[in-house]
């Protein structure tokens, strides 16, 4: 689940606010706490696929020049 935070200061990175989302989901996934895989492993499986789509999404955006008009997808 996305997190905003009221009182946090603003991320210096693009796409901050999606990679720390998206870390947190695997860190607290069943896959890394109970069977004691990586998180690396966990996302290869498909755990948290919604973010990393979010967040390849994101990344993406960077690069293309139509961002320029549209802005970054991602929060």
């Avoid at 990175?13 to 989901?25: R, S, Y």
């Avoid at 695997?26 to 966990?42: I, N, T």
């Amino acid at each position: 689940m996305p997190k905003y935070y009221e009182e946090k200061e603003e991320e210096k990175h693009p796409c901050g606010g999606v990679k720390e989302d998206l870390k947190n989901c695997l860190l607290q996934s069943d896959c890394v706490l109970q069977e004691g895989k990586s998180p690396k492993e966990c996302l290869k499986e498909g755990y948290c696929k919604a973010l990393q789509v979010t967040f390849f999404e994101c990344k993406r955006s960077i690069l293309d020049n139509r961002a320029r008009f549209r802005g970054r997808k991602g929060y």
